[in-house]
T-cell receptor, first 118, second 112 residues
Framework: GAGVSQSPSNKVTEKGKDVELRCDPI?????LYWYRQSLGQGLEFLIY????????KSGLPSDRFSAERTGGSVSTLTIQRTQQEDSAVYLC????????????????FGAGSRLTVL | DAKTTQPNSMESNEEEPVHLPCNHS???????IHWYRQLPSQGPEYVIH???SNVNNRMASLAIAEDRKSSTLILHRATLRDAAVYYC?????????????FGQGTRLTINP
């Protein structure tokens, strides 16, 4: 597609339920990022996928959070046993590979998925 | 991870230039300086990036200090649509893969 597509745009769930958030990156973009943005805050890095390499999961806040990327394209962020502090906008971004010391590929962000945990 | 420091907020008037500062004293030689901005209720969008030399594009200019420990994003003639949170980020290369870590950004208010 022309841009990064995220779904659902809004999700309201009850505490303790599991949720799945989907990201469809720009075709040909091998790098994919998930960020979280709580109300009035900056972006918090969660996880990064680059091609077939092992993902950088260093930003995942707890083992309730996981993400996968199937076929090098669509990614799903899963939050198990949601808590109220998980309420935030979850942003996905994709880019061309930015490896190497030359070039600096830019990120294109989706509109985000707003998660509200009651 | 190398960090950036920006003022929490700035205010300017419409049609005047705006200079948004960023300090990145721990920058390494391979780190690119990126700027993104986030308009209300939207995801961030790319503005500009550079390594050592000053850069210009249709949106803005980026002035990079000679020692690369600071940079300034310049909006030459601010409009109301430029009101946003501006993020200065270092593109880090970690084990050959790039990583962008966002700080809190500067909230820019434009007065009519």
């Amino acid at each position: 597609g022309a841009g990064v597509s995220q779904s659902p745009s809004n999700k309201v769930t009850e505490k303790g339920k599991d949720v799945e958030l989907r990201c469809d990156p720009i075709s040909g973009h091998t790098a994919l990022y998930w960020y979280r943005q709580s109300l009035g805050q900056g972006l918090e890095f969660l996880i990064y996928f680059q091609g077939n390499s092992a993902p950088d999961k260093s930003g995942l806040p707890s083992d309730r959070f996981s993400a996968e990327r199937t076929g090098g394209s669509v990614s799903t962020l899963t939050i198990q046993r949601t808590q109220q502090e998980d309420s935030a906008v979850y942003l996905c971004a994709s880019s061309l590979p930015g490896t190497g010391f030359s070039g600096a590929n830019v990120l294109t962000f989706g509109a985000g998925s707003r998660l509200t945990v009651l | 991870d190398a960090k950036t420091t920006q003022p929490n907020s700035m205010e300017s008037n419409e049609e005047e230039p705006v200079h948004l500062p960023c300090n990145h004293s721990t920058i390494s030689g391979t780190d690119y300086i990126h700027w993104y901005r986030q308009l209300p209720s939207q995801g961030p969008e790319y503005v500009i990036h550079g390594l050592t030399s000053n850069v210009n594009n249709r949106m803005a200019s980026l002035a990079i200090a000679e020692d690369r420990k600071s940079s300034t994003l310049i909006l030459h003639r601010a409009t109301l649509r430029d009101a946003a949170v501006y993020y200065c980020i270092l593109r880090l290369l970690i084990q050959g893969a790039q990583k962008l870590v966002f700080g809190q950004g500067t909230r820019l208010t434009i007065n009519p």
